[in-house]
């Protein structure tokens, strides 16, 4: 079984930075891209952030030049660096990984449960 666990979230005034964690944990063979998406109320869920294995990086515009994403294959880990944080930011933000488990032969997107993210002041 594979699971994604989150942490980091949390209240922080407009302006200010948070970083959130993603560890992949289980029966994992191999993890190709991993992403953040974030679901404000009333919102549809959105994609934040994605990391190819290789590094590649894609972004929302909206946080282009406040966020960044990098991962740790060694520790199965992804993490996003929130800087200039926005009242807009206010979501809760789910870590996403596309893995192949030990007993499968395919690969298949894997959830986190989501961390609550609140800018205000």
């Known amino acids: 079984q594979v699971q994604l666990v989150e942490s980091g979230g949390g209240l922080v005034q407009p302006g200010g930075s948070l970083r959130l964690s993603c560890a992949a944990s289980?029966?994992?063979?191999?993890?190709?891209?991993m992403g953040w998406y974030r679901q404000a109320p009333g919102k549809q869920r959105e994609l934040v952030a994605a990391?190819?294995?290789?590094?590649?990086?894609n972004y929302a515009d909206s946080v282009k030049g406040r966020f960044t994403i990098s991962r740790d294959n060694a520790k199965n880990t992804v993490y996003l660096q929130m800087n200039s944080l926005k009242p807009e930011d206010t979501a809760v933000y789910y870590c996403?990984?596309?893995?192949?488990?030990?007993?499968?032969?395919?690969?298949?997107?894997?959830w986190g449960q989501g961390t609550q993210v609140i800018v205000s002041s």
């Open positions: 990391i190819t294995s290789g590094g590649s990086t």
């Open positions: 289980g029966s994992i063979f191999s993890i190709n891209a």
């Open positions: 996403n990984a596309v893995i192949r488990a030990t007993t499968q032969t395919y690969y298949r997107p894997y």
